[in-house]
Nanobody, 122 residues
Framework: QVQLVESGGGLVQAGGSLRLSCAAS????????VGWFRQAPGKEREFVAG????????NYADSVQGRFTISRDDAKNAVYLQMTSLKPEDTAVYYC???????????????WGQGTQVTVSS
C-alpha cells in the first residue's frame, strides 16, 4: 500500500506558474505509475497527466499539453506537476494517484491523495 500527500497548490494569476508535489510513503514508490487528476466544482474528475513507473513515458490531457510537465524523483519518493501559463479554467482541486499503469482512466488508480486546491484568477 502507498500513501500520497499533495502540496504546492495556491492562488495564482492567469499566466503564472505553480509546481505541485506528490509525496509518497509506504511500499516502493517506483513500483507505481502515477497520474494527476483534477476536479472543478460541479464537474467530473478529469485526467491531467500521467507518468510510467520507469519515468520514460508521459501522457497529457489535450487541455494541458505544452503547458504542464509531469516528472518523478524516486529517490525522494515524489512526483511533480509543473504548471505554466495557467488559465482560470485550470482552477480545481488537483489529486495525485498511483496505479499499475499510467492511463487516463481514473479507475485504473488504486491509491489517491487528499488533493490540493489550485485557483487561477483572471
Amino acid at each position: 500500500q502507498v500513501q500520497l500527500v499533495e502540496s504546492g497548490g495556491g492562488l495564482v494569476q492567469a499566466g503564472g506558474s505553480l509546481r505541485l508535489s506528490c509525496a509518497a510513503s509506504g511500499r516502493t514508490f517506483s513500483s507505481y505509475a502515477v497520474g494527476w487528476f483534477r476536479q472543478a466544482p460541479g464537474k467530473e474528475r478529469e485526467f491531467v497527466a500521467g507518468i510510467s513507473r520507469s519515468g520514460t513515458r508521459t501522457n497529457y490531457a489535450d487541455s494541458v499539453q505544452g503547458r504542464f510537465t509531469i516528472s518523478r524523483d524516486d529517490a525522494k519518493n515524489a512526483v511533480y506537476l509543473q504548471m505554466t501559463s495557467l488559465k482560470p479554467e485550470d482552477t480545481a482541486v488537483y489529486y495525485c494517484a498511483a496505479g499499475e499503469v499510467a492511463t487516463s482512466f481514473r479507475y485504473d488508480y488504486a491509491y489517491w491523495g487528499q488533493g490540493t486546491q489550485v485557483t487561477v484568477s483572471s
